[in-house]
């Protein structure tokens, strides 16, 4: 395999074509990396049901001594979140289309936004628990629910931004190609489903 | 895919012993009509009946099935061995399917799985859904490791055995005061476990009298083997009220208000009731301790002379054996190399009852 | 004759690694699937053993209705290690890592599996889980049985959340050989291996693959939250912070129903090879089979609550999932039929993996049926929790599971070493195990419906002439295991050689040398049909250098 150069401005580097390999290849990591994607979606929805499942035994919803989340602020920062979802599209589609500038400048959106995600999560958990005193532990089903699911979104889409970090890094050392650039499908497809879950999250804490 | 089988021929062997397996189906059939499941174990409750009945019909639908594919499949085995005689090479009849035997054989098992589920549902909706009106509502509380029982205008619960009169229909609610036990009279042939937090129903009418036993069918910690209890069924009528009564009168003086959990500070002693003491002992304390000396043990040791044995001058906990220390057991539990005893929380005592019970062990010298 | 589809140039079949030469690389981190599925098999046996001596250990106990062997806490610890240790580190190992690994890439012509380092740390969290689930024993063992309902599990022992841990690294591990196996599956077969041309073993692979990689992520779910709730005091399950303990029920038994067809799909994907290489005819009903196992592992995720009729479900409830557990009836009816079914008109050649399989269609519709009675709620409210349960889960376990993994042990044990097992000492080892098994199982269903709970150190005394039966056969059962254990051992050097293809059967694994070489086919072989036609030629091209000595394929440079 020809050692691609540093892409210069916005040509990328060409090599002959991929080669049967590296299609069947891709096949493979595409249809594996979806199904890790499914199980993902089972842990998510699994806690999902528990949370759904206790809210139902009975019990007054939020408990008593906790008032309703601030929806208003989640709104903004998840518009945050979404708007992360389109910039990484758009890195995508301009990776596609050969246009190194302006994928380096959507991808660099991308893990702002989502580190102001992480951000303003963190500013949320931080008001829960000094202001409501609501905590993982001690605030019975809703503390336990609340703080595990998120906080479980909160570590993939943390994982997401070291990823994408790591794929910027690697697309500027020249690791992708015009034809080869699975790794970059990977976490484009990886980041969609972060903003996936957090909609059902966002629904079910949220708004009902 | 076009069918290549060559023609299928059963032969004569084949039909006789098809005819061997139906008339053992036939016989095995009228043995499982006929049997007697009361003379196995008795029937005490109408439910028990219809069960048995399920059972039955199960055992005589499947018990055919069973002979003719265990049946076939040992003639198979035998008569279609290889034999010396074959040439090593030797193949069977090359046989890939038959759409209309395969057709026969999903079907007639989903017209069985079907009666089967008609018949479970008209059973299962005699004994969830059916109610009998009126008769008397108890309640059984599971405990680690016993039963007690609640009945109207009882106070608190009482460790005797459950005492039902016949022919009288009965609402049980059970629940739990710590792990999930289950509640299971194998005589009634139903269970219903016993969450905490949760209060499940079972709904029986007694119809045999006798004294039968209720087990823990749900793992609940070290001496699930030993929780047991027996429910007696009465036939006589002022039988049964002379019991209630009794139980009316020996608790008219407990309070049936419900300690605050997790109680923390030490308890008041004063103005213990030794008498009430007596009554809380034999409901609280008696199923895992004996008013005998101390090695006579059930689950915990005996109590007699607790606060004043020689032999034994600290507590299990390595406290001196104090009026003070032996209330704080009651209040925390006690978990240790002599076992586990739940707390007051877990017992539903309130402070005045461990007040009481301590007036009551003081004075068993 | 279907087309044949081209052969893939310069694809994944022609990317050949150079086989790595260094003890450590070759056999103990290896990425070869052949390598890992025997790595799966002997750690399976490991822990066969210990279970097996827990499973004594619980014998000798209620050889008297006082027990007094161990006492009722180390009891309760040894039966909880007992079950969890059998189904999670010897049945589901053995059924899919062990022969999952080791025969279905054969048997699609492909060179490895679709992610071979994956494979291979799929198996290397399998052992630490076993050291971590055994190790709970130091810090006092989980003691409420394999099912582990809190709030009885959340005062368990500090060992319980050891129980969690190891489970949990179980669960990922099986995960990932879920979804190792379904892309291999869908991705890897040799030209013309279409589905309807696919050995029925890969076949019931394929129906398991979904079902480990989904279920068992819900299990992991309800790990973690136990874990939590344990160490971190995070409410979920317990009822007196808002939680509810008949969550947890919910949660593990949407993973562990279908798990119990993990434990016994594979099974079956054995007993469809072995029957038609040994009776020496076309397995009955070929689509039937393949579409059941199908139609079982969509079943298996509907049926979950039929574990908890007695835990205080709305009635109305109840109905679905009897009526739905009902209809596995169906297709599980349909795999006995066939198989017996191919029976008819063969030529059967009576060798110890014969004996297994039809053993184990007697024992397995046994408890098939006892399955179908343990459906209808009625019944279950009078049986749920007692000895019946214990002799039907034993009987699709032990007669449906094991056997079945014996049987395929004996099968293809000479493609594993090269070597036969003896025959004579396999004969013994099915006659004994089989007495044994039933001798031990077959009583406890009449005592769990005349009063004797499940999971007791000590029992009613009219029980004790019955347990002492038992006890005495499950010794027979042990001992048969010792003698399988023993012949696996001893002919490793000194079984007769094998050859090929010592059965004559006709899936693509036997037609290459005993052991296959690193690469497995020196050409990837082309399929033109199903492979269990006697009468045919065999349906494949290509394999005409296996047998020789013709260099296999030249490794692509190292990457």
């Not at chain 2, 209040?331 to 007040?355: E, R």
């Not at chain 3, 004996?355 to 019944?379: D, E, K, N, R, Y």
């Amino acid at each position: 395999m020809a050692v691609a150069s540093l892409p210069h401005g916005d040509a990328l580097a060409h090599d002959d074509g991929p080669d049967q390999l590296y299609v069947e290849t891709r096949e493979l990591r595409l249809q594996g990396f979806l199904l890790f994607l499914v199980s993902d979606v089972v842990l998510f929805a699994s806690f999902i049901f528990a949370y759904l499942y206790l809210r139902n035994t009975g019990q007054s919803w939020p408990p008593a001594g906790i008032s309703r989340l601030d929806v208003a602020f989640a709104s903004v920062n998840s518009m945050v979140l979404f708007g992360s979802g389109c910039t990484m599209h758009y890195a995508l589609e301009n990776w596609k289309h050969n246009n190194f500038t302006k994928y380096a400048v959507f991808m660099v959106a991308t893990i702002v936004l989502g580190v102001m995600f992480l951000g303003g999560q963190g500013y949320e958990y931080t008001t829960l628990m000094l202001k409501d005193h609501v905590t993982w532990s001690g605030s019975g089903i809703f503390g336990a629910s609340f703080f595990t699911l998120t906080g479980m979104h909160g570590f993939h889409v943390a994982v997401g931004v070291i990823y994408l970090t790591t794929l910027l890094l690697q697309s500027l050392h020249g690791k992708y190609t015009k034809d080869k650039y699975f790794g970059l499908t990977a976490g484009t497809l990886y980041w969609h489903f972060v903003d996936v879950i957090w909609v059902v999250l966002f629904s079910i804490f949220y708004l009902i | 895919m076009e069918n290549r089988d060559p023609v299928v021929h059963l032969d004569r062997n084949f039909w006789i012993v098809t005819a061997i397996f139906a008339v053992l189906s036939a016989i095995s059939v009228w043995y499982f009509g006929t049997l007697d499941f009361s003379k196995l174990q008795a029937e005490s409750v109408t439910q028990a009946v219809q069960i048995d009945s399920l059972t039955r019909f199960l055992l005589m639908s499947s018990a055919p099935l069973f002979i003719f594919v265990i049946g076939y499949l040992v003639y198979f085995s035998v008569r279609y061995r290889a034999r010396k005689s074959d040439p090593p090479d030797a193949i069977g009849t090359q046989i890939h399917d038959n759409h209309s035997l395969e057709l026969w054989w999903t079907v007639i098992p989903t017209i069985f799985v079907v009666i089967m589920a008609i018949f479970s549902v008209k059973i299962w909706y005699g004994i969830e859904i059916e109610q009998p009106a009126g008769g008397i509502v108890v309640e059984s509380i599971g405990h680690q490791w016993f039963y007690t029982f609640r009945y109207p205008n009882v106070h608190g619960e009482i460790p005797d055995a459950m005492h039902l009169e016949l022919n009288v229909p009965v609402t049980l609610h059970v629940t739990s005061s710590d792990v999930i036990h289950s509640f299971w009279v194998p005589t009634m042939r139903i269970k219903a476990d016993m969450v905490p937090g949760l209060i499940n129903t079972l709904h029986f009418t007694p119809i045999n009298p006798g004294t039968y036993k209720i087990i823990c069918t749900e793992f609940c910690g070290t001496l699930h083997s030993e929780m047991e209890k027996q429910t007696v069924v009465i036939e006589d009528h002022a039988h049964f009220v002379a019991w209630y009564n009794g139980w009316v009168n020996k608790t008219k003086n407990l309070s049936d208000a419900l300690p605050k959990a997790g109680a923390g500070a030490p308890v008041a002693l004063a103005g213990g009731d030794a008498a009430a003491g007596q009554v809380l002992f034999g409901t609280k304390c008696s199923a895992c301790h004996k008013v005998a000396p101390f090695d006579q043990k059930i689950v915990g040791p005996g109590l007699k002379g607790l606060l004043n044995d020689p032999k034994h001058p600290n507590l299990v906990d390595g406290q001196k054996a104090t009026p003070e220390n032996v209330a704080a057991i009651i209040q925390h539990g006690y978990t240790g190399d002599m076992g586990h005893m739940p707390d007051m929380t877990a017992n539903q005592l309130t402070d005045k009852d461990i007040a009481n019970l301590v007036e009551f062990l003081k004075n068993q010298k | 004759m279907a087309a044949v589809e081209t052969v893939h140039a310069g694809g994944i079949a022609d990317h050949v690694h150079p086989e790595p030469q260094g003890f450590v690389r070759k056999y103990i981190f290896s990425i070869d699937h052949k390598i890992i599925g025997i790595q799966y098999m002997i750690t399976g046996f490991v822990f066969l053993v210990l279970a097996g001596l827990l499973a004594e250990v619980i014998r000798v106990q209620l050889m008297h209705a006082n027990g007094g062997f161990v006492s009722a806490d180390t009891y309760n610890e040894v039966y909880s290690i007992h079950g969890s240790a059998m189904v999670w580190l010897v049945v589901i190992p053995l059924a899919t890592g062990a022969f999952g690994n080791f025969v279905f890439p054969l048997q699609i012509g492909a060179r490895d599996v679709a992610f071979p380092w994956l494979n291979m740390i799929s198996f290397w969290l399998f052992p630490p889980a076993g050291l971590l689930l055994f190790g709970s024993f130091l810090l006092g063992a989980p003691a409420a049985g394999w099912t582990e309902y809190p709030p009885m599990s959340l005062q368990g022992a500090p060992g319980t959340s050891m129980w969690c841990a190891a489970i949990f690294l179980v669960g990922i591990s099986s995960t990932m050989t879920g979804l190792n196996f379904l892309v291999t599956l869908l991705k890897m077969r040799a030209p013309g291996m279409t589905f309807t041309r696919m050995p029925l073993f890969c076949w019931a692979q394929f129906a398991t693959a979904p079902m480990s990689m989904i279920a068992t992520t819900a299990l992991a779910a309800a790990l973690a939250a136990l874990f939590m709730e344990r160490q971190f005091g995070v409410p979920f399950f317990d009822p007196t912070k808002g939680g509810s303990p008949i969550l947890w029920q919910h949660m593990f038994w949407f993973y562990s129903h279908p798990a119990v067809y993990i434990m016994i799909l594979p099974v079956f994907g054995i007993i469809s090879e072995i029957f038609p290489t040994f009776a020496r005819k076309p397995i009955f009903g070929y689509k039937m089979i393949a579409f059941s196992s199908v139609s079982i592992a969509l079943l298996s995720f509907m049926v979950w609550a039929h574990h908890m009729f007695t835990s205080g479900m709305a009635p109305a409830l109840q109905l679905p999932f009897m009526v739905l557990t009902m209809l596995i009836a169906i297709p599980t009816g349909i795999k006995i039929f066939s198989w017996v079914a191919t029976l008819w008109e063969g030529k059967i050649r009576y060798t110890t993996a014969m004996l297994f399989a039809i053993g184990f269609i007697a024992t397995f519709t046994f408890g098939g049926i006892t399955g179908v009675f343990l459906s209808a709620v009625p019944f279950d409210l009078h049986a749920h929790g007692t000895y019946f349960i214990v002799a039907h889960l034993h009987y699709v376990l032990v007669g449906g599971s094991l056997m079945g993994i014996l049987a395929g042990v004996y099968y293809w044990y000479p493609k594993m070493t090269g070597r036969l097992m003896n025959d004579k000492l396999g004969h013994w080892t099915f006659w004994l195990f089989f007495i044994g098994f039933n001798g031990t199982f077959l009583p406890m269903h009449m005592l769990g419906l005349l009063g004797m709970p499940r999971r007791v150190a000590t029992y009613d005394p009219q029980f004790q002439h019955w347990n002492q039966i038992e006890s005495i056969f499950s010794f027979v059962m042990t001992f048969a295991l010792l003698l399988f254990f023993a012949n696996m051992l001893w002919s490793i050097r000194h079984g007769k050689k094998a050859g090929s293809n010592p059965w004559g059967a006709r899936t693509l694994e036997w037609q290459i040398p005993s052991p296959p070489h690193y690469y497995n086919f020196k050409h990837i072989p082309t399929v033109f049909s199903t492979p269990y036609d006697f009468a045919e030629p065999l349906p494949y091209a290509g394999l005409e250098d296996e047998l020789n000595d013709t260099p296999g394929p030249m490794p692509a440079a190292v990457h």
